[in-house]
């Protein structure tokens, strides 16, 4: 099994900034992809950003210009900055990793981390 453990989040003024962080762990694995999603109350869990294993990045239109995606070894990190009220929701890391399960073959399997709340309020 492969762990993800998230770091960061909090309440934050509207124009403000937070650092998210979430570190794998566990089973030996390889990193395909790690990336952020998001879910506000009666919403849809959406991506956020995503980066994967050779650096390149993708964003939620809502969100370019203003969050960045980064890595480091099997640590994954969100700048978000000028923060708005819409960005109020739990964040959760994700990664695709080729690893070998207990029990399972070697292959390519989706984790997901616990969450962290992110509020954007005066």
């Known amino acids: 099994q492969v762990q993800l453990v998230e770091s960061g989040g909090g309440l934050v003024q509207p124009g403000g900034s937070l650092r998210l962080s979430c570190a794998a762990s566990g089973r030996p694995f390889s990193i395909n992809r790690m990336g952020w999603y998001r879910q506000a109350p009666g919403k849809q869990r959406e991506l956020v950003a995503a980066?994967?294993?050779?650096?390149s990045t993708n964003y939620a239109d809502s969100v370019k210009g203003r969050f960045t995606i980064s890595t480091d070894n099997a640590k994954v990190f969100l700048q978000m900055n000028s923060l708005k009220s819409e960005d109020t929701a739990v964040y959760y890391c994700?990664?695709?990793?080729?690893?070998?399960?207990?029990?399972?073959?070697?292959?390519?399997?989706?984790?997901w981390g616990q969450g962290t709340q992110v509020t954007v309020s005066s």
């Open positions: 980066i994967a294993s050779g650096g």
């Open positions: 994700n990664a695709l990793v080729i690893t070998i399960p207990a029990g399972r073959e070697r292959g390519l399997y989706e984790y």
